[in-house]
């Protein structure tokens, strides 16, 4: 009788170990997709600056820093992590380390900022939706 419980415990030990390889691998698949897709953006130096606290009716409250051109932030529950390239910034919306979707903003005005975001990484425009933030405070 305990052999073949043994043997229930060592493959149920073996699908776990063999699914966490599979996450770690996943999960660095996206990871990577995303950098590479954030430095194929990478036009030259900033030429406008993003930071502020934006509203959208989609996503909520938005609050994005820039340092020269790095990018970081939260919009939503997502954490955020970008570059400013030129007037353009290229954002990953990051929840739990996992890249959900990726986004373009471009500056409209001083106090509009419009673009698209896609579920894919790298940016997809098939399946691109639009977005528009509204400056709240400076």
């Known amino acids: 009788m305990k052999t073949p419980l043994l043997l229930l415990a060592a493959l149920a030990a073996v699908t776990l170990t ?3 390889a599979f996450t770690s691998e996943r999960n660095a698949k996206n990871k990577a997709a995303g950098q590479a897709w954030l430095q194929s953006g990478n036009r030259g130096p900033a030429k406008t600056n993003f930071e502020g606290m934006y509203y959208s009716p989609d996503w909520g409250s938005v609050a994005l820093n820039q340092r020269n051109d790095k990018v970081t932030g939260t ?6 992590l970008g570059i400013a390239t030129g007037r353009t910034a ?7 380390e996992w890249v959900e979707h990726t986004m373009v903003l471009k500056r409209k005005s001083s106090e509009i900022l419009e673009g698209s975001y896609s579920s894919f990484v790298p940016f997809s425009k098939e399946d ?11």
Do not use: Q, R
């Open 18 to 20: 063999s699914g966490c």
């Open 75 to 80: 919009i939503g529950h997502f954490h955020i």
């Open 90 to 96: 290229y954002l990953l919306l990051i929840d739990d």
């Open 128 to 138: 691109a939706l639009p977005v528009v933030l509204d400056k709240i405070v400076e």
